[in-house]
């Protein structure tokens, strides 16, 4: 039940999108449909039952006298308390954390549960047959998917600038039409390089399979179907154009071929350092950032892809040493990053692109546990192999002694593809059901059919197949994962870590607990387990769940104002409405800034939609403003907006005060993000507008000297009508010769 239940979460967040709220991230009045995925709500739900099944997998496995290791369970729950003080506090830290964690644990019961071999060829098959319906998405978003995104695009490309305030050479407009443009496969991913990792896993491991399969001469029916898998695996692996992720499997392949050498020779010492080799390969691709970014120039073979990890790395470093202890937060990255980010870097990401960093930047000290989790089940892996390699043809038991690997029983692999099919795939379609058509239907129908084609293989592959071969596949496989995982997010985004997490779980099969303390381990472990699963449902899961509720219902009364767009008395009704229902509704999770938000954006759009805007409801979001930013200081959406509303009210009152409160907000958002154009050029506008023509001229120069320095990527630079009109302004201040 808790190998079952720990699988089908683990493959259902692999076909599901995920994003903060399902909807206000789009003015719901023009854009109705929802986010097509799951928002925190869903995500926290979603934790919670693979806690539960962690739980049970680990009591189930004391239950059986296996032993349950200490030291393994110990670091998989030593970052949770972090997790909790921070989310106790941000709605984001506990959604996000909340699953990291969950991951961590999945990973330790994996390891626990892949000491059976029945169990170890279940977990192999379903994960890694996951990756076929994966690539059947793939295929459909550059093909008929991209093309007809593309059209709907063109015909209403124009109102969809405005509905969102872009003007259509502005930057945020000129990159959201980059990244349309691109034909990427993602999957459900958020990014075509997490795609590239799994792609790059699949690759190695069908190979390895196949491999296996020779050397034990299967039929060549059950090889080839391997070798099919290899080549579906390659085809995704160029469709995504990932250099890491190329490099990745490349990695992964000579680690393959090195680990096939060593089993010719059994006495070769290198098998004690199998596990020292895959560190040393997670060494190296760290190493790989900094050289980039410390010897090589800027422009070397036109690559800027290292070249922002070691901007991303630099920040993370100064971010590690302003938070050691505690770190910023799981979700607090972003924010902390605009603030110590290189000056020539453009992007404002979430994420350092590396998992280590990710948890020491994000849980301080806690998160170096999960770090000697991923080092001790490496080392682990090295002792495994070795015992695999002296006699190639056999298991090694849960107590480390070779057994006879047993006969597959494919109706047992069967009926937990099924269990899949009824736990993952049917739930994730119901879940982005309004986003589906007929076609698309039937292509998620030919992926899970695929999936349990593909499983069945994997299964009776990884049975039938030399049993070396089979563990250096996975090894060589999970490798790539952990190698890629240092330049890219597949082990921070909440719809890959936790399939990730799992597929490292299977490098700790063979070791077991035999300790006298591992016999009340079991018991203590399912209880820790049992009450973090509770307390993430008291303080996110339910109450996320009502707040998301009663968010639709507001944004349900938005719908209706496409159709009476000229009635304003209507639409200021709505609107006002709209925004009564977002605070009550934040309310019912107060950590949430998201509903505070979003009412404060209707309450504006309202103001502004008239001529000239009302003041009423400028003081009423000017007074929710400085709510949300006495509760978030440091959060620049926040401020952002704030800045807007008292300029929209000194402009119509011509209050001083306004204007003072206006700049010196101006200015605080310049000190959040101290390398951004839009903060500089922001608080050049409002002190232009103040009449401080002198003043604004020198923010105007920082901004520009910021834009000079986004040449890295031309796109997130001023667009040339933005820069005219700046370097205009400054023009008029200087004096005439």
């Not at 399939?499 to 016999?519: D, E, I, N, P, Q």
């Not at 009412?599 to 009423?616: E, R």
Request: net charge neutral; glycine share 8%; hydrophobic share 55%.
């Amino acid at each position: 039940m808790g190998l079952i239940g720990i699988l089908s979460i683990a493959i259902l967040r692999s076909f599901v999108a995920f994003a903060p709220q399902v909807v206000f991230d789009t003015d719901p009045a023009f854009d109705p449909l929802p986010f097509a995925g799951l928002g925190m709500a869903g995500c926290l739900a979603l934790d919670v039952l693979l806690l539960l099944a962690c739980a049970s997998a680990l009591i189930g496995e004391w239950l059986s006298k296996r032993g349950v290791d200490p030291l393994l369970v110990l670091l998989a729950l030593l970052p949770a308390p972090i997790v909790l003080w921070h989310g106790l506090s941000d709605a984001g830290d506990l959604w996000r954390g909340s699953t990291w964690v969950a991951a961590a644990i999945a990973c330790a019961a994996i390891a626990h549960l892949a000491r059976d071999p029945n169990m170890r060829s279940i977990i192999l098959a379903l994960l890694l047959a996951a990756i076929i319906p994966l690539l059947v998405r793939g295929v459909s978003q550059i093909t008929y998917e991209h093309q007809e995104t593309v059209r709907l695009f063109e015909q209403t490309k124009d109102e969809f600038f405005r509905n969102r305030g872009w003007e259509a050479d502005s930057a945020n407009a000129r990159l959201y039409e980059r990244r349309l443009r691109q034909a990427d496969p993602t999957g459900w991913f958020a990014s075509g390089n997490v795609f590239a990792s799994l792609m790059a896993f699949g690759l190695v491991a069908f190979i390895g399979l196949g491999i296996s399969a020779i050397r034990a001469r299967l039929e060549s029916g059950w090889t080839g179907a391997l070798f099919l898998g290899a080549i579906a695996s390659a085809t995704g692996l160029w469709l995504s154009g990932s250099k890491g992720g190329i490099l990745a499997g490349i990695i992964g392949l000579a680690l393959l071929g090195f680990l096939l050498l060593t089993i010719q020779n059994p006495t070769s010492k290198i098998q004690n350092r199998i596990g020292l080799i895959v560190l040393a390969l997670i060494g190296l691709a760290i190493l790989a950032v900094v050289i980039r970014g410390t010897l090589l120039p800027e422009s070397f073979a036109g690559d800027r892809s290292l070249l922002f990890r070691w901007h991303y790395l630099v920040a993370a470093m100064r971010i590690i040493a302003q938070a050691p202890l505690t770190g910023v937060g799981p979700d607090g990255f972003q924010q902390a990053y605009m603030l110590f980010r290189p000056p020539r870097n453009p992007e404002e990401v979430a994420s350092a692109h590396s998992m280590f960093v990710d948890w020491f930047a994000a849980l301080g000290v806690s998160g170096m546990a999960w770090i000697a989790m991923i080092a001790m089940l490496t080392w682990r892996a090295g002792a495994l192999f070795k015992a695999d390699a002296a006699q190639p043809n056999v298991r090694v038991s849960a107590a480390g002694t070779p057994t006879q690997a047993p006969q597959v029983d494919l109706r047992v692999v069967a009926r937990s593809a099924g269990a899949m099919v009824v736990l993952a795939f049917i739930p994730a379609m119901m879940i982005e059901w309004g986003a589906v058509d007929g076609i698309s239907l039937m292509l998620r129908i030919v992926g899970i059919v695929g999936f349990i084609g593909a499983a069945l293989v994997i299964a009776f592959a990884s049975h039938k197949g030399e049993q070396a071969v089979v563990n250096a596949a996975v090894i060589s496989a999970i490798a790539v994962l952990l190698v890629h995982g240092q330049i890219e997010m597949t082990f921070h985004q909440p719809g890959s870590v936790v399939w990730a997490m799992a597929a490292v779980g299977l490098l700790g099969a063979g070791r077991a607990g035999k300790s006298r303390r591992s016999k009340i381990v079991g018991p203590i472990a399912g209880a820790s387990i049992v009450a973090f699963a509770f307390a993430i449902a008291a303080r996110g899961a339910v109450p996320a769940c009502r707040q998301e509720s009663a968010i639709m219902d507001a944004a349900a009364m938005l719908h209706p104002i496409a159709e009476r767009a000229i009635d304003r008395a209507f639409v200021l009704e709505r609107r006002q409405a709209a925004a009564a229902a977002l605070l009550k509704a934040q309310e019912l999770w107060p950590t949430n800034k998201k509903p505070l938000q979003s009412a404060i954006d209707q309450l504006y759009v309202a103001a502004t939609s008239i001529s000239p805007p009302s003041v009423g409801l400028l003081m009423q979001a000017q007074e929710l403003s400085e709510r949300a930013l006495r509760e978030h200081p440091r959060e620049p959406s926040l401020v952002g907006p704030a800045v807007s509303i008292n300029t929209q009210l000194a402009l119509v009152t011509g209050d001083g005060e306004h204007w003072q409160t206006a700049i010196s907000l101006a200015r605080w958002l310049t000190q959040l993000d101290p390398n951004s154009i839009s903060a500089w050029r922001r608080l050049g506008d409002v002190l232009w507008l103040r009449g401080d023509h002198n003043q604004a001229a020198d923010a105007y120069r920082r901004a520009l000297q910021a834009d000079a320095n986004f040449a890295l990527d031309p796109l997130k630079q001023l667009s040339a009508k933005e820069r005219d009109l700046i370097t205009g302004r400054i023009a008029a201040t200087e004096p005439n010769p």
